[in-house]
């Protein structure tokens, strides 16, 4: 099983902070299906082969996924997209 461990720093406000986290999950779920919500300040994220939560906290935040074996072969550009879409927001 292979893992996505990102974590990077913000100063924004905690309710933009949260939209532009929107933001990401939708872009992922538009490239690769993922379903997501929000659970507290918790957004989880999940399809077949990924279950992942981006954590947002006061001036960072942590994204964490698990990959399972097909989604394992497509981890670069799945990482790739969110670090892109991260620097963009944040």
Do not use: C
Not at 10 to 27: D, G
């Amino acid at each position: 099983m292979s893992k996505i461990d990102i974590r990077h720093a913000h100063s924004l406000p905690m309710p933009q902070a949260r939209k532009a986290i929107e933001e990401v999950a939708r872009k992922l779920q538009d490239r690769f299906q993922v379903d997501y919500g929000w659970e507290g300040d918790t957004l989880n994220f999940t399809r077949s082969g990924i279950d992942g939560h981006i954590e947002l906290q006061a001036q960072a935040l942590h994204v964490h996924a698990k990959l399972g074996f097909l989604a394992a072969m497509f981890k670069d550009p799945i990482e790739s997209e969110i670090k892109r879409v991260l620097q963009e927001k944040f």
